[in-house]
Each structure stands twice: as structure tokens, then as C-alpha cells.
């Protein structure tokens, strides 16, 4: 193996360092100069062992960095997989993940938690009037004002299409649909801004709370039907 000259650094000089960069405070003495490795110490290693020592020392710090950048990456991804592409809500499979834990959660400690779902009226008129890029951005502005107006332990997902799902957490039936008023409110009150056009948002939900003796498909269907019970009590 080629041991660069500029690598040729004292294993124990090394060591120091890198326990300051650790945080680790550091003490110079005769004896830390007399560093051990494998029973040897420094000075009775020859220049070239001590300069493989150096080398590895420094190769297992980048490796260090190297795993903890691919740690980042991998967190960065998991994120990215869970989040719906246009809106900043979770996907559908990532928020049915997360139904199946609060659920979970929710049955063994006795504790409620609730569903509502979310449907858009007449998206499809939005996007024939407007163009699909309008209907889009309506689709942004809904998901962005339901995650503004939960708790940071609460979930946000979007089912597919026009279709939104909210998770409470220690929530029941009836805190629930106080609370899916207080949303469907908000979101119709403004209009959501394409350009110069302001495009008005009228909004169908229907709430459950869980049923540990349903799985979560089970539960979304539930909410679901309870959202299309209200459309067409609306017309």
C-alpha cells in the first residue's frame, strides 16, 4: 500500500484531534504521547506502520461522514416517498400507515381518535372551466389550509383525485365533526387565486371515529360514506 507523505501525521496527535472534534476535552501529557496500539507503543512503531495507522484512522472519519450523508439521503427519501406529488399532504399510503398505528395506538390505551373525509364539489367544473393547472392549484390550496389548521399530531393525506382524509388523534365523534365544521369553513372562505381568477371552494366531509373491530380500509370507507351521505343531502 502507498502511504502519502502528507498522511504521515502521529497516530496520538491524531487521537487528540479527533477527540476535540468529538467534544471530548483533551489533556496533553508525556503519557498521551505514548499512545498504544495493539500493545506497541508509538514510538516503537516504525514510520511506515505509524503512517497506516494515520491513513485508516483518517479513512474510517470519512467513512463516518460518508454513512452519516447516506443516513440524511435515506431520511430525505422515506419522506419523498411518503408525500403526495402536487400537495403537501401525505399519499395514500403513507396516511393508511399512519391510520393503522393511531388505530393500534387508540385500542390498547383506550384513548379516541377520529376520521374525516374530505371530498371537492365539482373539481371536474374547475378543470374544464379553468384548465387542469387551476384545478391543481385548488387541490394545493385545500391541502395547505388543512395542514395549517391541525396539530403537529394530527395526519393530513390525499386518497386520490379530489378526495382528502384528516387523522385526529384523541379525538371523538363529536370533537371530530366540530372540527371538520371549523376546516370546511376555512376552506370555502377564501377563494383559491389562479392568476386573476379567484376560484370559489365548496367542500363535502364525513367523520368516524375508530372501530378497533374495523381494519383501515374499513374505517376510510366508513368516513367516506358518511362524506357522500352529506353531498347529496347538499344537491
Known amino acids: 500500500m502507498k502511504i502519502s507523505s502528507a498522511r504521515a501525521e502521529p497516530f496520538a496527535s491524531i487521537r487528540r484531534r479527533n477527540l476535540a472534534e468529538a467534544g471530548a476535552k483533551v489533556v496533553t501529557s508525556p503519557a498521551m504521547d505514548q499512545v498504544e496500539f495493539l500493545g506497541v507503543s508509538e514510538a516503537e512503531l516504525t ?7 494515520a491513513t485508516l484512522v483518517i479513512e474510517l472519519n470519512d467513512l463516518r461522514g460518508e454513512i452519516q450523508r447516506l443516513k440524511a439521503r435515506l431520511q430525505e427519501a422515506e419522506v419523498a416517498a411518503d408525500g403526495d406529488p402536487l400537495t403537501s399532504a401525505k399519499n395514500r399510503r403513507a396516511f393508511i400507515r399512519e391510520l393503522k398505528r393511531i388505530a393500534a395506538f387508540a385500542q390498547r390505551y383506550d384513548a379516541p381518535a377520529s376520521l374525516v373525509y374530505f371530498d371537492l364539489d365539482d373539481l371536474k367544473g374547475v378543470n ?28 393530513v393525506g390525499r386518497m386520490g383525485g379530489d378526495e382528502f382524509a384528516v387523522l385526529l388523534v384523541q379525538a371523538d365523534l363529536a370533537t371530530a365533526k366540530a372540527k371538520a365544521e371549523t376546516l370546511a369553513r376555512l376552506i370555502e372562505a377564501e377563494p383559491a387565486q389562479v392568476g386573476a381568477w379567484l376560484i370559489p371552494i365548496r367542500i363535502s366531509w364525513g367523520a368516524r371515529q375508530l372501530d378497533p373491530s374495523l381494519d383501515a380500509e374499513a374505517l376510510v370507507a366508513g368516513a367516506d360514506g358518511a362524506m357522500f351521505a352529506m353531498k347529496r343531502a347538499r344537491g
Open 128 to 155: 374544464d372551466r379553468f384548465g387542469h393547472a387551476a384545478g391543481d392549484a385548488v387541490l394545493q390550496a385545500v391541502a395547505d389550509r388543512l395542514s395549517s389548521h391541525v396539530r403537529e399530531s394530527d395526519v
Open 47 to 53: 514510520p511506515a506502520v505509524r503512517a497506516a495507522i
